[in-house]
């Protein structure tokens, strides 16, 4: 996978994902900062003109350094629910095709120190640059988990102690007042067509998000973070 930016670049580089860097010939001291880390790592970085990188990102701000990261270390659904800690938070991608919506959302993700995401092979966004660069160099450090099909996923979260709750605008009850201190699988459906039939009827509850203006939904990945952050507040214990 191909990454690009500083801070992307750089939390690629502090996950061990880096395989080998290109970097433009003008180096600027955050340039610099990675050069030393990939120094560190015994990384090979390859000097370019930057219009090689223009046409490799594809005119992506990449800021004059590009990285080919290793592949992913495969997971499974069981990986994700092990005990540890604290119990299991993951978040169910459902349909969601925009790469700057799962950027944020992987970036809200390892903000709050969940599990991992589970996202299906078709109908999902490539976690490619544009991906990478929206979440800020999460998607290096996040576990990933690909599945054939949404809906059995959650069947067999559930048969690992998860409790599966999805977000949908029509539900009755606040996200707020979901216990989110249980291993928790949260669902999320694409923005305009929202969780696909089969996949809200396998879901253990719905919960929204109470909308007080005038518009009637959010974002996904801000309604992502609205509620993995109540979450996270319901494990620390506060009020």
Same mark, same amino acid.
């Given at each position: ?7 992307? $670049?750089? !939390? +690629?580089?502090? +996950?061990?994902?880096?395989? &080998? ?11 610099? !900062?990675?050069?030393?880390?990939? +120094? ?5 970085? !390859? ?14 701000? %990449? ?6 990261? #290793? ?20 978040? $169910? ?6 790469? %700057? ?19 299906? !092979? ?23 988990? #690909?599945?054939?099909?949404?809906? &059995? ?50 879901? #253990? ?8 203006? %005038?518009? #009637? ?9 609205? $509620? ?7 494990? &620390?214990?506060?009020?």
């Amino acid at each position: 996978m191909l990454v690009y930016g500083i801070n992307s $670049v750089r !939390e +690629a580089l502090r +996950a061990g994902r880096v395989r &080998r860097m290109r970097v433009g010939w003008r180096a600027d001291a955050r340039v610099r !900062e990675l050069l030393d880390l990939a +120094a560190q790592a015994n990384i090979q970085v !390859e000097r370019v003109d930057v219009a090689i990188l223009d046409r490799e990102t594809r005119g992506g701000v %990449h800021q004059g350094v590009v990285a080919q990261l #290793d592949d992913r270390r495969a997971a499974s659904l069981s990986d994700l629910a092990a005990s540890g800690q604290q119990p299991p938070l993951i978040v $169910v991608l459902d349909g969601i095709e925009d790469p %700057h919506n799962v950027g944020a959302i992987l970036r809200t993700v390892d903000a709050v120190g969940a599990r991992g995401l589970v996202r299906q !092979e078709r109908r999902a966004a490539p976690l490619a640059a544009a991906a990478a660069k929206a979440s800020a160099g999460a998607v290096a450090w996040v576990t990933v988990v #690909d599945v054939v099909n949404i809906a &059995r996923a959650l069947e067999e979260l559930k048969t690992l102690g998860v409790w599966t709750v999805g977000l949908d605008a029509a539900a009755t009850q606040s996200y707020d007042s979901v216990d989110f201190t249980l291993p928790t699988a949260l669902v999320l459906g694409a923005e305009g067509t929202g969780l696909r039939r089969l996949v809200r009827e396998r879901c #253990d509850v719905l919960a929204s998000i109470p909308m007080l203006g %005038h518009v #009637d939904s959010l974002n996904v990945s801000v309604a992502a973070g609205v $509620v993995l952050f109540e979450a996270a507040r319901q494990r &620390r214990g506060t009020t």
